[in-house]
């Protein structure tokens, strides 16, 4: 079992490192040099902002509610559950609508690469967590 909280962990961390991110990559990148509309930036900062904070805010739960995961506590599962979800939903999303190569090849591979890596280490730790519970269930 040891492995499996160390893959959430890692998961849930790596998670909560992309949402404190978030915070600083619309000022690191420029966004707004590439908005075509001025009344578009305060609009789209906000909307990364929430993000930020949402997807920082659930990690950091999921971290502190790592025992209670494990102990199949109920709430704990479905904010656990939402968390995998919304990696599952951005690696679809990047399947579907992929970062086009050609405006930075390492970022959009990166990017890609880094979400599956999240979705991979809170995925099987789900699926163990699943499975016991069932077991324990009979």
């Not at 998670?15 to 609009?43: D, K």
């Amino acid at each position: 079992m040891k492995k499996y909280q160390v893959m959430y962990y890692a998961g849930a961390a790596i998670s909560l490192l992309v949402g404190l991110w978030h915070f600083t990559v619309p000022w690191m990148f420029g966004w707004a040099s590439y908005i075509p509309y001025e009344t578009l930036v305060v609009p789209i900062n906000y909307v990364n902002l929430c993000f930020s904070f949402l997807l920082s805010g659930l990690s950091l739960t999921v971290i502190l509610w790592g025992k209670k995961v494990f102990a199949q506590n109920p709430e704990a599962l479905y904010i656990y559950d939402f968390l995998l979800a919304l990696w599952i939903f951005r690696v679809a999303v990047a399947m579907i609508y992929p970062c086009p190569p050609e405006s930075n090849v390492w970022m959009s591979y990166g990017q890609f690469g880094g979400s599956v890596l999240v979705c991979v280490l809170l995925l099987v730790p789900f699926i163990r967590v699943a499975s016991t519970r069932k077991n324990r269930k009979k």
